[in-house]
C-alpha cells in the first residue's frame, strides 16, 4: 500500500526516540519507490484481491469499488487507436486524513496496439465506513478466511473471469477472450506480480564533474571488461609461459563471440539488476554522444534508477517527475480536473524497468514507452455517483513520455486534454 498510512505504519515500535526526527521528516513530500516481488504461489494471488488493497501489476484488477465500473465501450478503449486496453497495474494510495478519501486506489490501463502505448487511468475512493470493507485494514484472520474463499460474487456479476475486465456478457467472457479460447491462447493478461513499497534513496548530485558519475563508472566497468576479455584470449591461446610482447596485439574480434556472449550470460544471472539499470539508458546515452548533447534530465533519470536498482515504480505526490530525457516531456500543466475545476497533481510514474521484469508474456513484448506519469485531482474530488447512487470511478490525467528516437527528438509536447 503506498500513502500516509502504509508509510506511519510500523513507526511506533521505533518508540519515542524517532518522534522528533519523524516529525521533521514528514513535513516534506514523501518520495516512495515499489519493486516487484516474485510470482505469487496459490494463496498469494488470493491476497492480491481487492479485499486486501494490494499494489500490483499484471492479472485481473482488484476493483476498489465492485460496482459501476469503468465502461467496457467508451472507457476502457484507446483514445487514439479504438483498441481495447488491458490492466498494466494499480496502485493502492490511501488518503487517510480526509474521510471521503480513506481508501483509494489508480488504476492503470494500455493500448498495445500503439507504440509507445497509450494509457488511461482511473481513480476510485470510499470513507472508511463502507459496506464493502471493514474499517480496519485486514488481519491475519481475515486472510484464513480468503484462503477458502471463492471468487468473489461481485465483481463476478460484472467481469470477464479470464481477464477481470468489465464486460456486458459476463457468464461468456469478453469478446477477446472467447476469440481467444476458441483458438486456444492464454487471456491477454499480464504476469500477476505484488508491488512493494519502500523510501526512495535520492541520489547525491553534488558532483557535477563529467568525470565522475554512473556514466563514467560505465565506462570503467566496460574498460575493466575488456581487459579480462583479452587476459582470456591470451591464455586460451598462448597459455601462461609467452610474453605479452611476443604474443602480438589483441583485437576483440580474436575472442569467440559465444565465449563473450556466455560471460555476459552469466553476469547477467548473477546480477540481474545491473542490466534492468542500463538497458534503457545505455542506448540513449550512446545516441547523445553521437550528437554531442547532453541532456540534464536523462542524468538525473539514470542516477536515480542507479539509486534505486530494479524499481519499477516511483510515488511522489504533489511532486514531479523526472523525466525519462528531453524530448517528448509533457509541456505546461496537466489538465485540471473536469469534474470540480481542481489542478491535478503528479502522483505516481511507471518505470521502463518494468518492461524487462514482466518480459515473457506476449503482452509484455507489446510494452514501449521512455515512462509513465500519472496526475490526480489535488482536492481528491468523489468520483460521480453511479446510477444506483453508488460510488464508481474517475478517469484522471495519464500521460506517456516514449522512448526517444532521432525521429521526434524536437523538444517537449503538448498536454492533450482529455
Known sequence: MVGPRDVGEGKEEDGEADSDEDEEEGD???????????????????????????????????????????????????????????????????????????????????CLNCQPNEVRAFRAQLPQKTPWYG???????????????????????????????????????????????????????FDEREISVDGAYD????????????????????AAEEADEEQRWREQTYGDGMPATVQGPWNKDNQSEMEKLHEYNKKVKASPEAKLARSEQRVYSEWCGEKNTKDEHFRKFQLFADANAAHVLRYELGGAPLWFCQAGMLEGEPPACER????????FQVQPQLIALLTGSTCAERLEYGTICVYTCEAHCDPP????????????????????????CQGPKPNAAR
Open 28 to 110: 516534506g513530500l514523501q518520495e516512495l519507490v515499489g519493486y516487484l516481488e516474485d510470482a505469487p504461489d496459490e494463496r498469494g494471488r488470493r491476497l492480491l484481491t481487492r479485499r486486501f488493497h494490494p499494489c500490483k501489476a499484471g492479472g485481473k484488477p482488484a476493483w476498489l469499488v465492485p460496482a459501476n465500473l469503468p465502461d467496457p465501450d467508451s472507457e476502457l478503449n484507446c483514445m487514439k487507436c479504438g483498441s481495447g486496453l488491458r490492466f498494466l497495474l494499480q496502485v493502492y494510495a490511501s488518503q487517510d486524513e480526509l474521510e471521503r478519501a480513506f481508501h483509494r486506489s489508480i488504476s492503470l490501463f494500455v
Open 203 to 222: 541520489p547525491d548530485e553534488d558532483e557535477d564533474d563529467d568525470e565522475e558519475g554512473p556514466l563514467a563508472e560505465e565506462v570503467d566497468e566496460a
Open 135 to 189: 474499517p480496519k485494514k485486514p488481519d491475519a484472520d481475515a486472510e484464513k478466511a480468503a484462503a477458502g474463499a471463492t471468487p468473489d460474487p461481485e465483481l463476478k456479476a460484472l467481469c470477464c473471469p479470464r481477464c477481470g475486465l468489465p464486460c456486458r456478457n459476463p457468464s461468456g467472457g469478453c469478446e477477446d477472450c472467447r476469440r481467444r479460447l476458441k483458438y486456444g491462447d492464454p487471456a491477454a493478461v
Open 340 to 347: 470540480c475545476g481542481a489542478r491535478r497533481a503528479f502522483e
Open 385 to 408: 455517483a453511479g446510477a444506483d447512487g453508488r460510488a464508481s470511478y474517475a478517469e484522471e490525467f495519464a500521460f506517456t513520455q516514449g522512448e526517444p528516437d532521432e525521429e521526434w
